[in-house]
């Protein structure tokens, strides 16, 4: 069965610190990975895609990377703000398939 | 430009209803995504719309669930019989042209259940 896990559920630093995001997916063989942030009463932002064939993709503080072959992907958020507090959820498409799968999300707090 | 529209963005009914979520996607996107998503959990994928014609409804939970986009523009989520287990957030995504583009998501439509 195809699933998408993300570890911690929930995650508190205080402002300034470079913090890692966890995404784990069991069958390697996925078509692209993406990354997402939700806000309350705001839907979903999309803030990284990965293509199968790609290592890592960048925007501005975000660094997301790929490694199929250990099932997982990293969100790497550089000198975190506490307008970085939302939850970050990684989704999953994998070649057979037209849904993206998602994980249950990480839910960020950044302290002043 | 505009982004994906959602209305209403909460409707409470009771148990045994009928309602109809409304998403309006951003203009000349011809893929349509309906999600549900549950306190704490990832959205659940429910349906996908290319242009008029719905290309997978394999995440529809049961036939109480049917959803339309006549046009290809708008699309309506349609729950019959409402159940407290249908209690969930809404989610309509609208991408360019399929499913290897990115999605743009609505606010979402809180539905409570009595």
């Known amino acids: 069965k195809q699933e998408v896990t993300q570890i911690p559920a929930a995650l508190s630093v205080p402002e300034g610190e470079n913090l890692v995001l966890n995404c784990s997916f069991t069958?390697?063989?996925?078509?692209?990975l993406q990354w997402f942030r939700q806000d309350p009463g705001k839907g979903l932002t999309s803030l990284l895609l990965?293509?199968?064939s790609q290592r890592e993709q960048t925007s501005g503080r975000l660094n997301a990377s790929l490694d199929k072959s250990s099932g997982r992907s990293t969100l790497y958020i550089a000198a975190s703000q506490p307008g970085d507090s939302a939850t970050y959820l990684c989704?999953?498409?994998?070649?057979?398939?037209?849904?993206?799968?998602w994980g249950a999300g990480t839910k960020l707090i950044i302290k002043p | 430009g505009a982004g994906v529209s959602q209305t209403p963005s909460n409707k409470v009914t009771e148990k045994g209803k009928y309602v109809e979520l409304r998403c309006d996607p951003i203009?000349?996107?011809?893929?349509l995504y309906w999600y549900r998503q549950s306190l704490g959990q990832g959205p659940e994928f429910l349906i996908y719309?290319?242009?008029?014609?719905?290309?997978?409804d394999s995440g529809l939970p049961n036939d109480r669930f049917f959803a339309v986009r006549p046009e290809g523009s708008v699309s309506t989520l349609k729950i019959q019989r409402t159940e407290r287990g249908d209690s969930a957030v809404y989610l309509c995504?609208?991408?360019?042209?399929?499913?290897?583009?990115?999605?743009?998501f609505g606010p979402g439509t809180r539905l409570t259940v009595l």
């Open positions: 995504a609208s991408s360019l042209k399929g499913v290897t583009d990115t999605q743009y």
């Open positions: 203009s000349g996107h011809t893929a």
């Open positions: 719309f290319q242009g008029t014609g719905a290309a997978d």
């Open positions: 069958d390697s063989a996925i078509y692209n």
């Open positions: 990965i293509q199968s």
């Open positions: 989704a999953v498409r994998w070649d057979s398939n037209y849904q993206l799968i």
